[in-house]
């Protein structure tokens, strides 16, 4: 990708107990995402920055399996997703409000209502990119059953989200 804005840039440090020869920094849309550790067959690199309200940090991470440098697809997915992060939880949330109105989610007739209220009762959103292109928002906290213990997750091809589950204990 031209500009640099979203190539992987080592910083030149190492992140103890994972391979070396892979950027410890990536420089995306103007965020540092750092390398994490992990098990040892995928790379993942995670940075934060402050929601549009400035109140609550929001994660971004870039996975790749097997462990190694993402390549420019990834970097140019990564880069949108960081670049319009604001927009895509938009979507995600007015999907969650349609989809989850399915009789197949079990929501109770409260829960049900929730959804007809301005702000949705899941909050707190952060997304993860693969290097296969796909990605997704899970949206950590919520009052809604389904979404006990771990969030709900939002599944997108490219720009648009296409699936939603619940992350229970079960999954």
Do not use: K
């Not at 992987?8 to 920094?25: H, I, K, M, W, Y």
């Not at 490219?158 to 939603?164: A, E, F, M």
Request: glycine share 6%; net charge negative.
């Amino acid at each position: 990708m031209s500009g640099n804005d979203a190539s992987p840039r080592g910083s030149g440090t190492e992140v103890p107990g994972v391979d070396s020869q892979l950027p410890a920094t990536l420089h995306i849309a103007g965020l540092a995402l750092s390398r994490t550790e992990s098990p040892p067959q995928l790379a993942c690199w995670t940075g934060c920055f402050a929601d549009a309200a400035g109140e609550n940090q929001v994660a971004v991470s870039l996975v790749t399996e097997p462990a190694a440098p993402p390549d420019e697809s990834a970097l140019r997915l990564a880069h949108d997703v960081v670049s319009r992060f604001d927009v895509f939880v938009d979507q995600a949330l007015e999907y969650c409000r349609t989809r989850l109105r399915e009789r197949h989610f079990g929501l109770t007739a409260d829960e049900l209502s929730q959804l007809d209220l301005a702000e949705l009762p899941i909050a707190a959103p952060e997304a993860t990119v693969w290097a296969d292109q796909t990605w997704a928002i899970r949206f950590t906290e919520s009052r809604l059953r389904l979404a006990d213990p771990h969030g709900i997750l939002v599944t997108f091809d490219g720009t648009r989200p296409v699936d939603l589950q619940g992350l229970t204990d079960e999954q």
